[in-house]
T-cell receptor
Framework: ETGVTQTPRHLVMGMTNKKSLKCEQHLGHNAMYWYKQSAKKPLELMFVYSLEERVENNSVPSRFSPECPNSSHLFLHLHTLQPEDSALYLC?????????????FGEGSRLTVL | GENVEQHPSTLSVQEGDSAVIKCTYSDSASNYFPWYKQELGKRPQLIIDIRSNVGEKKDQRIAVTLNKTAKHFSLHITETQPEDSAVYFCAASRGHNAGNMLTFGGGTRLMVKP
């Protein structure tokens, strides 16, 4: 596996379920991100981890809970979601250096909340 | 915080014509301006970026211009081809590490008609 991989690619859940999205990067980067992509807000930053420390929580509801156990893995734990949370959730990584700020995105996890 | 406006939201051109997408930003301290391309069903990918110490940058058929005084920057695609059809996102940040977050514009759907 190379690049940034996300699982599952598709997820359907009810409002009372608990599920998790997983992201893994094989690029040796030290920063990881969760973005939400919807028709309303095409690329909305949710969380940022740099060197496994959370550096940004962009006013995201507590029903979304991130976890970064190491620099290669990032999770997004979901519980008691609302239908408006249905969206494509994109994970990204970057190398936190002055050289480049390029974000490498995963393919995304398409979430549908019933 | 930073606010990035992108226009137009949709753009249709004939193959071979040029396409121009414009973005304005609000934070005068922003100094890094990348552009991402997202093909249908695929992940966003960086296509070109510019830093505030230059006014223009070119890479084959794509170019980006920056006017720091007016706080706007533009993407220019010449000799468009059907494979240029995608959604393009501009972004701005104060730097290019995880501590300086990228703010994305709303996206432009470019359609190149053969």
């Amino acid at each position: 596996e190379t690049g940034v991989t996300q699982t599952p690619r598709h997820l359907v859940m009810g409002m009372t379920n608990k599920k998790s999205l997983k992201c893994e990067q094989h690029l040796g980067h030290n920063a990881m991100y969760w973005y939400k992509q919807s028709a309303k807000k095409p690329l909305e930053l949710m969380f940022v981890y740099s060197l496994e420390e959370r550096v940004e929580n962009n006013s995201v509801p507590s029903r979304f809970s991130p976890e970064c156990p190491n620099s290669s893995h990032l999770f997004l734990h979901l519980h008691t979601l609302q239908p408006e949370d249905s969206a494509l959730y994109l994970c990204a990584s970057s190398q936190d250096q002055p050289n480049t700020g390029e974000l490498f995105f995963g393919e995304g996890s398409r979430l549908t909340v019933l | 915080g930073e606010n990035v406006e992108q226009h137009p939201s949709t753009l249709s051109v004939q193959e071979g014509d040029s396409a121009v997408i414009k973005c304005t930003y609000s934070d005068s301290a922003s100094n890094y301006f990348p552009w991402y391309k997202q093909e249908l069903g695929k992940r966003p990918q960086l296509i070109i970026d510019i830093r505030s110490n230059v006014g223009e940058k070119k890479d084959q058929r794509i170019a980006v211009t920056l006017n720091k005084t007016a706080k706007h920057f533009s993407l220019h695609i010449t000799e468009t081809q059907p494979e240029d059809s995608a959604v393009y996102f501009c972004a701005a940040s104060r730097g290019h590490n995880a501590g300086n977050m990228l703010t994305f514009g709303g996206g432009t759907r470019l359609m190149v008609k053969p």
